[in-house]
């Protein structure tokens, strides 16, 4: 393995400062959350937010007042159904924090994106408390993704999707909430550009291409050939800007973020097309994370030697 | 025991042994597993004949090749896909071994437990790629 030495340039932003930048990119999402679904979506948000920081406060209280425990439950709460029940919100916060960071050494050493992986793990031992089918709430339907076969009676509009009324989780119900936000850390330089592009292009350009699988055909016909259903649908928004965009679980170099965008879009449309989960967006994250260390491998080993300048995102 | 079980399981037991210097021979246990016990003159015997071609790969690894030879594969082509998911597998686990930094994981946490942690995500990972 090439391991990277000095000299280091600080890129002048602590932690901290972008973990606000991160809580201030998110809050449009948070406020089209709780416009739409009240209370039911406040509440999730605050168990989720409960249980990542005083997980992080119990294990470890030096950083417990960086920011980086209240990002990861709000990303967290984003990806819950409004149907979910509060404790779950709770436990995937703990766990995110718990299971997802200091398992592996706290932060900056984890391998995988701890709010995805509490995710998936939490969708594997409690599957019933996600797919709940529909459930009326104040103002609005939610279900776990608009692109479930379950919900798929009446073909998604884009209108629909860009206007929150078309199920989804509490961070999918306002897609232009997610890209304005996901605009602005890139704009500030606090994301690497590549990722969201690279990631958002492939994802295009598969729902062009891919040849319908029995998934599709006869329950959801709507997405083939419909790259804009998949973009502002299920979580890909979301894994574009706030969770692939994570610089701990991303590549070092330009080259190993394309790549890495690439294999996340790859395995999350696949999930689409040929498999029965619904989305894809989170197992999409973690695989891709668990290929970084192979794509750093190869991009340092093979590619041009890593340049000093300090990268976009730092 | 699927496929995929006996790839994760072997996977975690190749933790356990020192690797030899051919382990990578190990990758043709589930090929001559499908091949032994589709021929047909060769019925009778097919068990035992599986688990010594099994162990004659590399002796030292045959708790891994054991274990690869374990589950019925239905085609050629499943052997083939079960061989290379375990190779590529035990690549990318050792790239994310070398990736953690056990002086920053809890020392109760160090080692097997961390192991067994990345191997569950991995597995839930690749759970929905089955379908393919």
Redesign the interface.
């Known amino acids: 393995m090439t391991k990277l030495i000095g000299p280091i340039i600080h890129s002048g932003k602590t932690n901290r400062m972008m973990m606000v930048l991160v809580l201030v990119s998110l809050a449009p999402s948070l406020v089209a959350a709780v416009m739409r679904f009240g209370f039911a979506a406040a509440l999730l948000v605050i168990c989720a937010l409960a249980g990542a920081w005083l997980t992080e406060l119990v294990i470890d209280r030096r950083q417990a007042f960086d920011g980086s425990a209240v990002v990861t439950g709000v990303i967290f709460a984003l990806l819950l159904p409004v149907t979910a029940p509060w404790w779950l919100a709770l436990i995937g916060g703990m766990l995110a924090t718990g299971l997802g960071k200091h398992a592996f050494g706290g932060l900056g050493c984890n391998l995988f994106n701890p709010a995805a992986l509490s995710r998936v793990i939490l969708m594997g031992l409690i599957p019933g408390a996600w797919f709940i089918s529909t459930a009326v709430t104040i103002d609005g339907i939610t279900t776990a993704s608009p692109l479930a076969r379950e919900s798929g009676l009446l073909a998604p509009t884009i209108t629909g999707l860009l206007s929150g009324s078309i199920p989804g989780t509490i961070g999918q119900v306002a897609p232009l909430a997610v890209l304005a936000g996901g605009l602005m850390l890139v704009s500030l330089r606090t994301i690497d550009w590549r990722i969201p592009l690279t990631f958002l292009a492939t994802v295009a350009f598969l729902a062009l291409v891919l040849p319908p699988g029995i998934r599709i055909e006869g329950h959801a016909p709507w997405l083939l050939g419909n790259p804009l259903l998949h973009l502002v649908g299920g979580g890909t928004l979301l894994a574009a800007f706030y969770m692939l965009s994570d610089p701990v679980t991303a590549p070092f170099t330009p080259g190993g973020r394309i790549i890495f965008a690439v294999v996340a879009a790859l395995a999350m449309m696949l999930v689409r097309f040929y498999t029965p989960y619904p989305d894809g967006a989170a197992l999409a994250v973690l695989l891709a994370n668990a290929s970084v260390p192979l794509i750093d491998r190869l991009t340092l080993e093979l590619g041009p030697p890593p340049s000093l300048e300090p990268p976009d995102n730092l | 025991m699927s496929p995929t079980d006996a790839v994760f399981i072997a996977l975690l037991a190749s933790r356990c042994l020192n690797r030899p210097q051919y382990w990578w021979l190990v990758v043709l246990a589930p090929l001559l597993a499908y091949l032994i016990g589709s021929h047909e003159p060769l019925a009778r015997f097919s068990d035992p004949l599986t688990a010594l071609a099994a162990v004659a790969l590399a002796p030292r690894w045959a708790p891994v090749g054991l274990l690869l030879v374990i589950p019925e594969y239905s085609s050629l082509t499943e052997s083939i896909v079960a061989a290379l998911a375990w190779f590529l597998l035990d690549?990318?686990f050792d790239?994310?071994l070398?990736?953690?930094?056990e002086?920053?994981?809890?020392p109760r946490?160090r080692g097997w437990p961390?192991q067994l942690?990345?191997i569950g995500?991995?597995y839930?990972?690749?759970l929905?790629?089955v379908?393919?």
């Open positions: 690549r990318l790239t994310l070398a990736r953690l930094r002086d920053a994981i809890f946490l961390i942690l990345v995500v991995l839930y990972t690749l929905p790629l379908w393919l």
